[in-house]
């Protein structure tokens, strides 16, 4: 398929989907992405004066990924080929390869190999065109919705820039529907519809950043009206149900939870609220976000307020006993306790700093006064036999006992913090440590 083929008047047939027929022909045409495609950006540069390379374009859908690829070859009058990882395997990249061969061959022009959704490639498919982009068969463009850095490997990142992609503003979604409304050849401006600037708002709201979904959203309503002034009931039936960019499996889900978490841990409960809701609005499986708010209550709130724990544990409980709606306004209310309660990670490090010293001191024995003496053998043995029962000391502390293996020695963990509850905590470790100094000292007298 040669540059010149890619915008085809039979590609912008009418029977094609409009958005589609609406594809950018120029880069004057394309909207949005200026963080790499303003004046003086590397990429722009790198498209206009023809220095092609290896590139992954990394972005949610409708952002103009393919689009991009496909003005680079035009541009260029590049051969452009495309395969789509959910389809290709290894013997589709080496008909590409060869067919590129015979393009370099016969017409001394340079092949640019799109790769849609290239993250869903295994390795052995990744390494399978690396020879080829490495000694200049190939100029490579993958598109994908996934972070790289997790799903393509090290030696194929070394060879492509990676250029982020960002879902566009409402005022781009907004100049992309004015155009296919005015486009008399491949848009809507051949038939009379009108649509009133309030009701292009509501469309670009609901496509969320995704020019391919307002622009299909645009197509139904047309085909609904006809013809005339499009009505707000029409727009607002069509828009009803649209469901957020929010993938259980990708960095959405993980980016809009570590918001969630941060928000919490941040005291700030009506950001908690928002990102809760954005989750649960693009399909978060609500126990799966009580179970991490119970974490939450755990690592970012502790013994500055343990009836965190306990609410969150509830919310749970209601979640699975209700479902929704009941169960989601329980773990609203945690969210809001635990983001508004004082907060302590204090036993969380504390935590990570046992378990350091456990998985560092091997398997230390357990201090003979500490050991259980169930049988008479062990009894001879004087297992537990200078155990001091703390009931029966005085305030019921055995001031000066120790409790750690005598390989470790003592050790201070927890740190409470001069905050919530563990204010009193801290006060009460104080004078109990004060009477452990005080035991030492009897003791070496």
Known sequence: MTADDLFSTEENNSTRPLADRMRPRDLEEFFGQKQIMAAGKPLREAIESDRLHSMIFWGPPGTGKTTLAKLIARRSGACFLSLSAVLAGVKDIRRAVEQARLVRQNEGRPTLLFIDEVHRFNKAQQDAFLPHVEDGTLVFIGATTENPSFELNNALLSRARVYVLKPLGAEELERILDNALGDRERGLGRRDIRLAPELRRLIAGAADG???????LLEIIADLTEQGEVSREVVEEVVA?????????????YDQISALHKSVRGTAPDAALYWLARMLDGGCDPLYIARRVVRMASEDIGNADPRALALALDAWETQERLGSPEGELAIAQAVVYLASAPKSNAVYTAFQQAMTDAKKSGSLEVPVHLRNAPTKLMKELGHGKAYRYAHDEPGAYAAGETY????????????????????RISEKLAHLRELDRKAGQKDKR
């Open 404 to 423: 750690f293996p005598e390989g470790l020695g003592e050790r201070r963990y927890y740190e409470p913090v001069d905050r919530g509850l563990e204010i």
């Open 241 to 253: 149900g649209g469901v957020r960019r929010f993938d259980k499996g990708g960095d959405a889900f």
């Open 210 to 216: 995704d020019a391919r979904r307002a622009l299909n």
